[in-house]
């Protein structure tokens, strides 16, 4: 039984395929559309789902929907009742948008499914919906490893839910609380995204990878002022200091006088105040998330905690959870924000609505997140052949060796090959990968290869059975969602002049024996790799680690600033030749920037993606 599940018009639209619960397909629609967190209805991924499973879409057996737009509009209409007058003009934009489209989203649905298919609507297989907070919730417990788990859901808002606690066993999912709409921590922390001077639903990583440059000065004041935190981590915010249920900021002016004036100017230079603010918020919600672990762990009696939303890719405080929570282990769906959701809405409809049973076997069922389409050499050949690019083409045996050597000479490689990941991370790919023992391979990436601000960090990709040699994790990480402590072993110490620096002067002082890719806090995001589920950037580590000694390399998304991460060969090769990447691998066909024909000098990505 085959099962579409789709997400779109709110942010980062998707879809996903489940055959007999299992995902099959998954891709969210910026991959495809180039329009980074494309909202629009999933046209490309869509076909990109049937086309991997050889289906019509008329074959499907049932198709659903990753949310339910009318609650929504209740929750808005409610919410600008209640804030009345205030929040007038808020409410002038959104009202056509909602009486045009969201209001008749199921008739929208349907009509954009029968165009896609050439049919029409009475030839449609069915329609579901589910809640929003219970496709993230399925989309986190079906897929993971656990027979039976806790699960929590943290995000900005669904229809009214920003924090949801359920109990997953076998095939159900049982909803036992949940915080509502206006307070919510992953809006809490999109507010100080804002106030940072960083955009909305894509910043949030900026703000996290700044903290450790600042110190948690505001800690107790937002603690004071803007959230009332319950000793089980249930909490309520104070509205005066926030316009986002009312506006169209999501902080007034109360918050600008609390944090000392109004907020950073994006793109203008990134202060004291900016680190310590990304620092304080950062702490907040490292503590309510652990606070929920433990409440939810007494409530339940689970061993195991799956996580999903988009505050579950805060990976910093997901590895506090793991470390000091009181759970034997924790799963986080690696698509854990909306395009998620139409994976989730896939399972839900599997598992629950058609009350199919559940097989664990002690694995995942995300295949390593390699959801997205792959590309056969014929294809690479002819996109290549078409711009009179220069390659070679060499097997595995001759290409991984070869790659070793390019990378141990510090220079840095597009690496392409197998299918696309689902979800926000490059996991070996669709990836930029370099040397991580080179002091100079963080700034180089950073300014020459991702046009991105210098103190963004990197990630390490690491053999699976050597993390921990590496760093303080046990267990696996594959989705990069886990911050973990680099070994005290390979830390450099820094001189009594160094521990005196602040904010971004930490920027330039090496901390480790792997110094691209060890954060100024002495951490890294860790990425395990497995050959299982990626077994050719295995084989790539492992000839890097057979050459230097070192198990772990320099992973980061194949995309420069603003761009979705690529998808095509054609996407890649324009990356690669926009930026100062030294090297290309498209699968078995490797290339070199020097021999490449000249590029267009006015073809500039600047021109083509916005800012994030």
């Known amino acids: 039984m085959r099962i579409l599940g789709i997400s779109a018009y709110y942010h980062d639209s998707a879809a996903a395929l489940v055959d007999a619960g299992s995902p099959l397909a998954a891709a969210q629609e910026e991959r495809f559309s180039r329009k980074k967190q494309d909202a629009r209805f999933p ?175 505001y ?179 001759k290409l991984m060796p070869r790659l070793a050597e390019i990378l141990d000479k510090e220079n840095v490689v597009g690496w392409f090959q197998g299918r696309m990941e689902f979800g926000p991370r490059a996991l070996g790919g669709r990836s930029i990968i370099g040397d991580p023992r080179s002091q100079a391979m963080q700034s180089v990436m950073n300014l020459k290869i991702k046009y991105r601000e210098s103190f963004r960090p990197f990630a390490p990709s690491v053999l699976a059975e050597r993390v921990s040699d590496y760093f303080g994790l046990q267990g696996s990480s594959p989705y990069m969602l886990l911050v973990a402590p680099v070994h005290e072993d390979i830390r450099l110490p820094m001189s009594a002049a160094q521990q005196q620096l602040f904010g971004i002067e930490k920027l330039n002082v090496p901390r480790s024996k792997i110094p691209a890719i060890t954060h100024v806090d002495y951490s890294a995001r860790v990425q395990t790799v497995h050959p299982e589920t990626n077994p050719r950037y295995y084989d790539l580590i492992k000839h890097f680690e057979q050459r230097t000694g070192c198990p772990v390399v320099v992973n980061t998304s194949f995309n420069v600033r603003g761009e979705p991460i690529v998808c095509t060969p054609e996407d890649a090769y324009r990356c690669f030749m926009r930026t100062e990447m030294d090297y290309l691998v498209l699968e078995n066909f490797l290339l070199a920037k020097p021999e490449q024909p000249e590029w267009e000098k006015n073809d500039a990505w600047q021109d083509e993606f916005e800012l994030d």
Not at 57 to 83: G, M, N, Q, S, W
Not at 169 to 197: C, Q, R, V
Request: glycine share 8%; aromatic share 12%; charged share 25%.
């Open 219 to 397: 800690k107790d004041l937002i603690l004071d002022k803007l959230l009332s935190l319950k000793a089980d981590g249930s909490f309520r915010m104070d509205m005066r200091y926030f316009n986002y249920a009312n506006g169209l900021t999501m902080t007034n002016r109360r918050f600008d006088a609390l944090f000392g004036g109004p907020p950073r100017r994006a793109e203008s230079p990134v202060t004291q105040r900016e680190m310590d603010i990304a620092s304080s918020i950062q702490a907040v919600t490292e503590e309510v998330v652990l606070r929920l672990g433990r409440s939810v762990q007494q409530e339940t009696g689970a061993d195991y905690l799956c996580l999903a939303g988009g505050v579950a890719l805060n990976c910093v405080a997901n590895g506090r959870l793991l470390r000091e929570g009181p759970f034997k282990d924790i799963w986080i769906q690696p698509a854990a924000g909306d395009a998620g959701g139409a994976l989730g809405a896939a399972l839900s409809v599997w598992h629950e609505y058609l009350e199919n049973p559940r097989q664990v076997n002690g694995s995942d069922k995300m295949s390593g997140s390699y959801l997205g389409p792959r590309f056969s050499d014929q294809e690479i050949t002819a996109y290549l052949d078409s711009v009179n690019a220069r390659y070679v083409r060499l097997d595995d045996d």
């Open 43 to 217: 046209v490309n991924a869509v076909n990109y789902c049937l086309s991997e499973a050889g289906l019509k879409l008329t074959e499907l057996d049932y198709i659903v929907f990753y949310d339910k737009p009318l609650i929504k509009f209740e929750r808005l209409l409610e919410t600008y009742l209640a804030y009345a007058p205030d929040g007038f003009r808020s409410f002038v934009a959104a009202m056509p948008v909602w009486l045009k489209e969201k209001l008749f989203l199921k008739d929208l649905l349907k009509k954009e499914l029968a165009a896609l298919a050439g049919c029409k609507v009475d030839a449609l297989p069915p329609l579901l919906f589910t809640e929003h907070h219970q496709s993230h919730a399925a989309s986190a417990f079906f897929a993971s490893p656990f027979e039976k788990a806790a699960v929590l859901c943290m995000d900005g808002v669904g229809e009214w839910a920003t924090t949801s606690v359920w109990l997953g066993k076998g095939n159900t999912l049982e909803p036992l609380w949940e915080i509502d709409f206006p307070h919510s921590l992953g809006l809490l922390y999109s507010a100080f995204t804002y106030f940072a001077g960083f955009k909305v639903n894509s910043g949030e990583y900026k703000l996290m990878g700044l903290a450790p440059y600042g110190e948690p000065r």
